[in-house]
């Protein structure tokens, strides 16, 4: 009968253990998500190898997803799926932009100044609501180099409006605007295509055409992403610093 009690006494801690621990979310588009095939697919979302970060003590779901916008991702119940999983000491990385941009998609398009800021508002007020801490991230650079060799934004507003509602609700926030464009820079105009996606046909098995994709990231262009985001959520001092490795 000890015995029993003893085994159901650990089984109930454990079970308290694990609800304690705390999960860090990611929310965004094709550039955070997790890819298909990771052993064979060069591609490699900068949320997919964040794990590799982190230790044991948190735990990380990553619901980034090709093609979501800051209003098709809560439109579709994404968000929904996050929120109701919400507790107190969770942590939500939101990073939006790339797919508000798309003039032509009714579903995804948002207005920066308007629908967007909203939806970010939006976003960290229904986080906060449940106790867990939001981030907010600028979206990653494309690889947009002119024919002098400077890289030239893509985003135009949308970064901007992000730092406004960081800096407007006192948001935690990393700007891996800056971030990946400083990267890209580093590399430079030829050796920047080594961070993304460019292959001759039959070079990569798993492109049977040439491939030129400079907004997504090839493993190195995502574990370099992956490097530069931890370093500045390490030094938020928000308390998710005692997770990073």
Known sequence: MKKIL???????ST??????????????DSTMANKENPDKNPEHGWGQVLPQFFTTGIEIQNHAMNGRSSKSFRTEGRWDKVEKQLKKGDFVI??????????KDSTKFTNPYTQYRANLERYVNEARAKGATP?????????????????IDTHKEYPLVVRMVA???KVPFVDMQLLTEQLEISYGPEKSKLL????????????????ADD???SRLGAESAAKLAVKDLKNLKIGLEKYIK
């Not at 079970?15 to 965004?28: D, E, N, R, V």
């Not at 993304?196 to 055409?209: D, I, Q, R, S, V």
């Open 196 to 211: 993304h996606l460019h292959f001759k046909a039959g070079e990569n098995p798993y492109y049977e055409k040439d491939k």
């Open 6 to 12: 003893l085994i159901f006494s650990l089984a109930f």
């Open 94 to 103: 939101i990073q939006f932009g790339h797919n508000d941009q798309k003039l």
């Open 15 to 28: 079970l308290i253990l694990a609800q304690k621990k705390p999960t860090l979310f990611l929310i965004g």
């Open 215 to 217: 907004t997504h990231l």
């Open 135 to 151: 981030i907010l991230m600028t979206s990653i650079v494309r690889r947009n180099f002119n024919e002098n060799g400077v890289l």
């Open 167 to 169: 800096n407007d609700l």
